[in-house]
Structures are given as C-alpha cells and as structure tokens.
C-alpha cells in the first residue's frame, strides 16, 4: 500500500523517539532502536532473512532525518545510513 507523507515528523532525541502525525487522528512514536533494527536496507534485510540477528547498541539514535516523497532516510548515531524506509513501512510498524 503506498501511504502519502506524514502531516509532520519530529525526531525526539531526548526520548530517542520518532514521533509521527499521520492525519488529525494518527500519530505513531516508534524508538530510533526500532527503527534502527528495522532497517530496510539491502544488508539488514538479508541478514534479517538469514537468521544473523544483528545486535544494536541501545544507545544508538537518530542523527538526520532527509525525508523524500515516497519515504525517509534516517542516519543513526552508529554511521547507518542506507535504508530509505518507506512511509507505508513505518505506518505499519505499530499505530499509537
């Protein structure tokens, strides 16, 4: 499903959350490690698939947030910066 872009998106550092409004009545707040073990990259999907969970510091958060049309890159604290998530795969990570 192709999800439109959020109304608005704010990257809460102090409580290393993303905070999304979807419409008046939606928002979701996923947590950058979340996000970050949730990645949609090539690499993280794959290691994903084969089984190789790949641990994540807690400490990590979001660093920069380059939102296009169809999605957003998050660059984390960790150097990762490859996955572009699109907005139907975040809408679908747990409605608030």
Not at 48 to 60: A, K, P, T, W, Y
Request: with cysteine; aromatic share 10%; hydrophobic share 35%.
């Amino acid at each position: 499903m192709n999800r439109p872009a959020p109304r608005e998106i704010k990257n809460r550092r102090a409580e290393k959350q993303l905070f999304i409004q979807w419409s008046e009545t939606e928002q979701q707040t996923i947590s950058h490690l979340r996000l970050r073990g949730l990645c949609p990259c090539s690499q993280c999907r794959a290691a994903r698939i084969r089984g190789q969970i790949s641990l994540v510091d807690e400490s990590v958060t979001v660093e920069k947030i380059n939102p296009f049309p169809y999605g957003v890159q998050l660059v984390f604290s960790d150097g990762h910066d490859r996955g572009i998530f699109p907005w139907s795969y975040l809408f679908e990570m747990e409605l608030s």
